[in-house]
């Protein structure tokens, strides 16, 4: 079956340091990768994805992740961390031999800057 | 552009009782879906219109719930009568048509069932 994990619930990083929020997924076929962002009392907010070409994506707010076959993953990374950084992460995969359009998501990782 | 609007941003009611929650997409996305997270858990898909049409609504919990979108714009989801496991955050999310496009999510229903 299908699923995405997000093995860390939790991130802790410093402000300017380098960050990464690991994603493996598991599909049937080629998958479609996202990483959405949720800030509090907000909805998701989309951050970029992953559908064919070059592995590394580049997204908003100097986000990128990178995709790996191999190893099915698409961690989501950043060179420098800021503090309005923080927030709750989801990674999803759409699955298009299973699952339609439908996105399958991760349970979600917090990720907490301090400054 | 405005975003996906959703109404209302709370609702809490008794178990028993009938809430409709409200979804606008964004203009001209003819892609609706509707997910749902409950405390703590992943977003679980639950339906996703076309225009519409119901595409896809295997994600439905089951009979007490019923998602409409009449004239393919907004869409209505109402839960009757609700239990307390029906508690959770329900976003609706829309995209234009085309494999790979993103979904632009809402800000959530937060429903609570006491």
């Known amino acids: 079956a299908q699923s995405v994990a997000q093995p860390e619930d939790q991130v802790n990083v410093a402000e300017g340091n380098p960050l990464t929020v690991k994603c493996t997924y598991s599909?049937?076929?080629?998958?479609?990768l996202f990483w959405y962002v949720q800030y509090p009392n907000r909805g998701l907010q989309f951050l970029l994805k992953y559908i064919t070409g070059d592995n590394l994506v580049k997204g908003s707010y100097g986000f990128e992740a990178e995709f790996n076959k191999s190893q099915t993953s698409f961690h989501l990374k950043k060179p420098s961390a800021l503090v309005s950084d923080s927030a709750l992460y989801f990674c999803?995969?759409?699955?298009?031999?299973?699952?339609?359009?439908?996105?399958?998501f991760g349970k979600g990782t917090t990720l907490s800057v301090s400054s | 552009e405005a975003g996906v609007t959703q109404f209302p941003s709370h609702s809490v009611i008794e178990k028993g009782q009938t809430v409709t929650l409200r979804c606008d997409p964004i203009s001209g996305h003819d892609n609706l879906y509707w997910y749902r997270r409950v405390m703590g858990k992943e977003i679980k898909f639950l339906l996703h219109f076309v225009k519409e049409s119901k595409q896809d609504e295997s994600g439905m919990p089951n009979n007490r719930f019923l998602a409409e979108r009449t004239g393919g714009t907004y869409s209505t989801l109402k839960v009757q009568p609700a239990e307390l496991e029906d508690s959770g955050v329900y976003f609706c999310?829309?995209?234009?048509?085309?494999?790979?496009?993103?979904?632009?999510f809402g800000p959530g229903t937060r429903l609570t069932v006491l």
């Open positions: 999310a829309s995209s234009q048509g085309g494999t790979g496009r993103a979904q632009y």
């Open positions: 599909v049937s076929g080629n998958p479609y």
């Open positions: 999803a995969v759409r699955d298009l031999i299973q699952a339609g359009t439908a996105l399958i």
